[in-house]
T-cell receptor, first 114, second 111 residues
Framework: NAGVMQNPRHLVRRRGQEARLRCSPMKGHSHVYWYRQLPEEGLKFMVYLQKENIIDESGMPKERFSAEFPKEGPSILRIQQVVRGDSAAYFC????????????FGPGTRLLVL | GEDVEQSLFLSVREGDSSVINCTYTDSSSTYLYWYKQEPGAGLQLLTYIFSNMDMKQDQRLTVLLNKKDKHLSLRIADTQTGDSAIYFCAGEMDSSYKLIFGSGTRLLVRP
């Protein structure tokens, strides 16, 4: 049973470019969460999605960031016009429909903005 | 809002017990969690405790919860070098799916 998968594992972008981060939840999981971890800090909640629905995006920056979880395919976290302050590790977690409390995390995507 | 705090660093000798402490401000979390993060890796859920419980034991891991003092601890018995990692405690921020994490305790196990 594969765990939560994220790709790419590492992403380097220049300022102004777009970053697209992908997350495939565990099999049978229909809830996806994105978190951001800045260096030497804990994870900060960004967004919670179910298939084709954004449930809670209260942790997302108002501009440049968007997330989706389409009916088919992985969840995507998209950062437009990246800036140096976006450099961080972005983690995706998933949970089964019956147990939101138990979130299983992917290995993360480490984004570096030059 | 919820705030979760941990000490930054702990060093123990192999074979000793490790105790990692965490304090939180909001007592409304239904569950409290411990995650382990190894270098360059994601977070591994180690264990969690229901807020009605005082203690939970799982093999070498013991979780203690003091609701009155809003204090959570993770004890690792017979600590091994493979336990060296960053340990995060997490609670729930106003809803069960919105986890809030401490800044992590870096555990170093010396041979």
């Amino acid at each position: 049973n594969a765990g939560v998968m994220q790709n790419p594992r590492h992403l380097v972008r220049r300022r102004g470019q777009e970053a697209r981060l992908r997350c495939s939840p565990m099999k049978g999981h229909s809830h996806v969460y994105w978190y951001r971890q800045l260096p030497e800090e804990g994870l900060k909640f960004m967004v919670y999605l179910q298939k084709e629905n954004i449930i809670d995006e209260s942790g997302m920056p108002k501009e440049r960031f968007s997330a989706e979880f389409p009916k088919e395919g992985p969840s995507i976290l998209r950062i437009q016009q990246v800036v140096r302050g976006d450099s961080a590790a972005y983690f995706c977690a998933s949970s089964p429909p019956t147990s939101q409390e138990t979130q299983y995390f992917g290995p993360g995507t480490r984004l570096l903005v030059l | 809002g919820e705030d979760v705090e941990q000490s930054l660093f702990l060093s123990v000798r192999e074979g000793d017990s490790s105790v990692i402490n965490c304090t939180y401000t909001d007592s409304s979390s239904t569950y409290l969690y411990w995650y382990k993060q190894e270098p360059g890796a994601g977070l591994q859920l180690l264990t969690y405790i229901f807020s009605n419980m005082d203690m939970k034991q799982d093999q070498r891991l013991t979780v203690l919860l003091n609701k009155k003092d809003k204090h959570l601890s993770l004890r690792i018995a017979d600590t091994q070098t493979g336990d060296s990692a960053i340990y995060f405690c997490a609670g729930e921020m106003d809803s069960s799916y919105k986890l809030i994490f401490g800044s992590g305790t870096r555990l170093l196990v010396r041979p």
